[in-house]
Structures are given as C-alpha cells and as structure tokens.
C-alpha cells in the first residue's frame, strides 16, 4: 500500500490533499452550474448573469494578495483548514434560503463573494504549502496531482449533477458543495508535518508585507512575466471559457442545463492525459517554454466553436481543449515553488491567483455584455486568436524562455 501511495501520489500527504481537493472542487464545480443555471433562469439576462458569475471573482482582487501575506506568516495548515470551515458555514446558507423561498439574485452574489473571499485565502495557502510536503524534484509530480484533481473534480461534479438535477433540483446540488468542505477539512487535519514551520507574529505594517511581495515580483524578471502573460491570457479567454458556455449551450446548441453540465465534464477529460505527461517531462524539460506553447494552444483550441452546431462536437472540442490546460497550470506553479524564495512563494501566488480570478471577472462582465450584441461563435473566434497571442511577451523574454 505504501509503494503505490508513493508512486501515484508521491507521499501520504500529498495523497490527502490530492483526495481532499477532488470531493472540494467537485463541489466547486456543482456550485458554478447551479448558480450559473440558476442566474439565467431567474433573470433570463445573460449580462446580468455574467455580472453575478463575477462576484465570484471579484475577492480575489481585494483578498489575494492580503492572502498569500498571511499565509507567509502562520500555518498554512490552519489557514486552510480555517477557511473551509467558513466556505462550509456559507454554502449551507443557500439551501436553506432556498427552501424558505428567501433566495433572491443579491443574495446570491453577496454569499458567493464572501465564499470566493475565502478561497483566496485558502488556494495562496495550499500551493505555498506543496514544497513542505514534496521534495523540489517531485514537485511537477505533487502540482500535477494537484491540477488533477481539479479536473478530476470537473468531470465528477457536472457529471453528478447531471445526474442529480431531474432527481433533487437545484438546492440539493448546493448543500452537496457544504459537504464537501467538511470532507477537505478532514482530510488537510491529517497532514503530518515533519517540522511544521514555526507561526511568525503578525507584522507591524502588515501593508508593507504586502508591498513587498508585489516589489519582488515586479523586479524579478521570471516572476514579472509570468504575471503579465497570466493576466492578460486570463483577461481574454475566461469569460468565454466560463460564462460563454452556457450561452453556447442554450442558445446556439439549444440545450439544457444537463447538456451544459456534460459539456463542463468534458473539460477534465484531456487532462487525465495532460497531467500525467507533465508530472513526466516536467522534472526535465524546460518548463518556460511548455507554459509559453501552453498559453498558445489553450487559445487556439476553442476556435472549432466558431462553426461546430452539435453537442459531440463541443464536447470533443473541449476535451482536446482541456489536453493542454496542464502545460500552464503544472509548469507555472512548478517555476513559482523551485524559483521563488519560500518566504515570498504565499504572496507570489496570491498575486498569479488575481490575475487569474481577477482577469476572470473582467472578462465574465465583457462577455456577458458582448453576447447579447455578438453571437457566440464570433466571440470565440476572436477570443481564441487573441488568447493565443497573449504568449508573445513570454517568447521575447529570456527569462523565461531558459526556465527550468
């Protein structure tokens, strides 16, 4: 048994993280359709609803970077283990809401930020952790377990939701998330630390803590582009990838909320592949580069949407989309962990994490008020080749070109 936790999950703590972080965002992704789905069918407006998807988002504008300076500072174990209690407490607010017919648009987006409020404490946390847990050379291992588990969760969320909606509805959907927090706090208390990192007190200025991860980040060339080619990959291509879906099932395939669901579980199925291949080829090759091509195809591969009409059609295209998810993910958070110092790794990530979510927000409210000028497909066709040149900054930095 110990062999085979060693080999597929490099040690017993990062196996409970990995187990812990699939039922998690399983979750996750149940609570995005129905509240998605949810925003549609109450306002039957698709900027309003790209307007309440980016409550989700908008946290981490304000909370990451306050994030990743407290998980610079105290235990990242407790950190985690804190905010999954409060993500816990809130989530259950809503079928409860729900069942007292008190559920109304405001109040969706007023939970849904205080939950996203959490997470960017939690995820700058958890990332800044993965060296405690692994050695430097299992690192692409240990990050690419952990982004598949993500979309591991993907696939088994919409797909239990599919499953689920004509059976329980909406609500029910909703208090499964809550459950899962407590199945991710179970699971990050029996982490064992070796030598746990000794709390550090709380700064006098705790701004200057932040200040000085963006001060680093800026003047370090490696950390400086990897900010800039996350930001504006995620400025163009996310609301498409989050919000545009539904609007591509229900209006231009005519579909239901099943079919949306099924296409979201699509998105994991390259990754199965993705992955592993990473955690191989990412303890040598030259990760850089593999995120530079990575920010490329991800662009690319959505451009099928601006003529395919079926429902295979887009669920192939997504899964030969998601193949390519991993060389991003896995390599960037690899070159953050081996590259940057571990007392600036929180702060680091915290400020990637708001690029990406923060980028996500502004790019749900553009989409969502683009597609009710613009077709869908239109929109795709030109996400898809914008997205793609986002890696052009990276391919002129030798920074990042020679990282490893």
Known sequence: MAWIVKKLFVNRNIALVFWGQVISQAGDSIYQIGLLWLCLDLTGSKSLTGLIASAAFFPYLLFALPGGAISDRFSRKSIMISSDAVRLL??????????????SILMLALLTFLIESFSAVFYPARDALLPDLASSEDLPHANALIQTSWQLAVLLGPALAALLLPWVGLRHLFTFDAFTFLISMLAIAGIHLARPPPGRPPPAKPWREMLG???????DPLMRIIVIVTALDNLILMGPAIVGIPIYVKEVLKLDAA????????LAGGIFIGAPLMAVFGKKAPLGKILLIGVVLDGLTYLPL???RTFWATVLTIFIHSFFIPMITVSRATLIQRCAPPEFQGRVFSIVQMCVVGGTAFSSILTGLLAEKVPMPWIYLGMALLAASTALPGFLSKAIRGAR
């Open 213 to 219: 991860g963006v001060r680093y980040v800026a003047t």
């Open 306 to 308: 601006f003529f395919v």
């Open 259 to 266: 079919h949306y669901a099924w296409v979201q579980a699509a």
């Open 90 to 103: 809130l989530v259950a607010c809503i079928p409860v809401l729900y069942a007292l017919d008190a559920i």
